[in-house]
């Protein structure tokens, strides 16, 4: 079979984050802080996808990133495909996991919670990981990460 | 250092319970005593809770600490713009331990794990209340003897008391079976609902409130439904008089059963109640004293072996 020219340039050494939704692209991009980042990174959007009709994709150079670093973006993206690259070659493919603990990531949505008031860093813990669920350590509400508010 | 504070008693094992219970009982034979001496303890009431606040200052000062701190957030510095966790840090440096009653959800937690002393939650937002959980334990205690197999009647506001849902936890080592009453608009959450079940917890839901329904019941828990819980006041206005508890539902009462109400009462139980056998809201109350004298010297690291052989006792 013939191979079809790639729709974003190949990466010499770094990680592909690919099958991002297209519309949470800007949402990786700031849980990742990449806006920050001093490699060179490609960005890619709206391009088509079999599996997705339409994705996102990014592309870091010489940048890996720890698991825990990675897990959050199963707060928004849980199914996307991670690859390490190396030389060229896809050294290692990754699923991103639920962690059993957010620490600063979402917003409690609970207004009276301390953490809405005060300085101060965020922490959820899982309550059922199949149904997304959550629970504020300070305040106890429990809130369905579908609904969670990025910080 | 072990972080000693009291936050809440959800997680409290059954030995811990009936430890502190034993403790406070103590302080009931002999509430007037030196163990505390030279110590200081400082009452920071970021909300108003007068009748919380003279509870602990009483157990403090019946122990012979010195007590220090604020009844209203108007004087202190928060209104300056001051976050919790300066405020805690400098009251620190004065004091050996903070008894914190605070309006938002999770403060007392967040400061427990800032602050260099023992915390004791005396109430966080509508979070958690465990002074008032324990007081409520030992009067149950007290009245019947035993905290086991009990008929436990909740009645009124079961949406936002707070104090109904950690009673409804902390009663889950002694099995009990609740009866929840109250109007569509408070009735139990759902999720606590799930918690009974998970926990092995039978509970009856009903809307009915007469004689013949409490009949069987050891313990009928009153509550106020609290005007500063609603954000919709004709909500509010719907709900207040829905379950008054009058004199003359009593007469098929068990003779063991016992009235409780966290206090304070607006009109949910009638006054002639009072000077029945079954109202005990008031010795209630005086129980909260012994209750958090024992909270106060757990969270400095007092054992009750320490308060057995007590030598400060004043007679």
């Known amino acids: ?151 | 250092m072990e972080n000693r504070s009291l936050v809440t008693i959800a997680n409290y094992s059954k030995e811990k319970i009936l430890y502190l219970l034993e403790m406070a009982h103590e302080f009931e034979k002999h509430p007037n005593r030196k163990i505390l001496d030279g110590k200081v303890v400082a009452t920071l009431f970021f909300e108003p809770s007068t009748r919380t606040r003279l509870s602990f200052e009483t157990a403090a000062g019946r122990l012979g600490a010195r007590v220090i701190g604020f009844a209203d957030p108007k004087v202190t510095s928060g209104t300056k713009g001051e976050t919790l966790k300066d405020t805690i840090m400098m009251v620190s440096n004065y004091a050996d331990i903070i008894v914190m009653r605070h309006y938002l959800e999770g403060a007392a937690q967040y400061a427990s794990e800032v602050a260099p002393v023992p915390i004791v939650n005396a109430g966080d937002g509508a979070n958690q209340h465990p002074s008032q959980t324990m007081l409520d334990l030992y009067s149950i205690q007290k009245t019947q003897g035993t905290l086991d197999n009990l008929n436990i009647f909740l009645v009124g506001d079961l949406k936002y008391g707070r104090t109904v849902h950690s009673l409804l936890t902390a009663m889950r080592h002694f099995n009990p079976t609740f009866h929840f009453i109250a109007p569509d608009e408070l009735a139990m959450p759902e999720s606590y609902k799930t918690y009974c079940r998970q926990n092995g917890i039978r509970f009856v839901e009903t809307k009915e409130f007469n004689a013949d329904v409490l009949s069987d019941a050891d313990i009928i828990y009153m509550t106020r439904v609290q005007r500063e819980r609603f954000t919709d006041l004709m909500e509010y206005e719907r709900v207040k008089d829905c379950y008054l508890l009058k004199e003359d539902m009593l007469f098929r009462a068990r003779a063991n059963m016992k009235i409780l109400h966290p206090l304070p009462r607006v009109n949910e139980i009638e006054y002639s109640i009072d000077d029945t056998r079954h109202a005990y809201y008031f010795q209630q109350a005086r129980g909260g004293l012994f209750a958090r004298q024992a909270l106060i010297c757990d969270a400095l690291g007092i054992t009750l072996e320490d308060i057995k052989n007590d030598k400060t006792i004043i007679l």
Do not use: W
């Not at chain 1, 297209?22 to 490699?39: C, D, G, M, R």
């Not at chain 1, 994705?55 to 990133?65: N, P, Q, S, T």
């Not at chain 1, 897990?71 to 996307?80: A, E, F, W």
């Open chain 1, 1 to 151: 079979m013939k191979r079809q020219e790639l729709q974003v340039a190949a990466l010499e050494n770094g990680t592909v984050i690919d099958h991002i939704p297209s519309s949470k692209i800007f949402e990786v991009i700031n849980l990742l802080h990449l806006e920050k980042a001093e490699a060179s990174i490609t960005i890619g959007f709206n391009l088509k996808s079999k599996k997705m009709g339409t994705k996102g994709i990014i592309k870091v150079a010489d940048k890996f990133f720890s698991d825990e670093e990675l897990n959050q973006l199963s707060v928004i993206t849980p199914n996307v495909t991670l690859c390490i690259i190396h030389d060229y070659e896809v050294t290692e493919k990754k699923t991103v996991c639920m962690p059993d603990e957010l620490t600063d990531i979402v917003r409690c949505p609970n207004p009276k919670c301390i953490t809405n008031n005060e300085p101060m860093k965020t922490r959820l813990h899982v309550v059922d990981k199949e149904a997304g669920l959550f629970q504020c350590h300070y305040c106890n509400k429990v809130l369905s990460i579908a609904d969670a508010k990025l910080l």
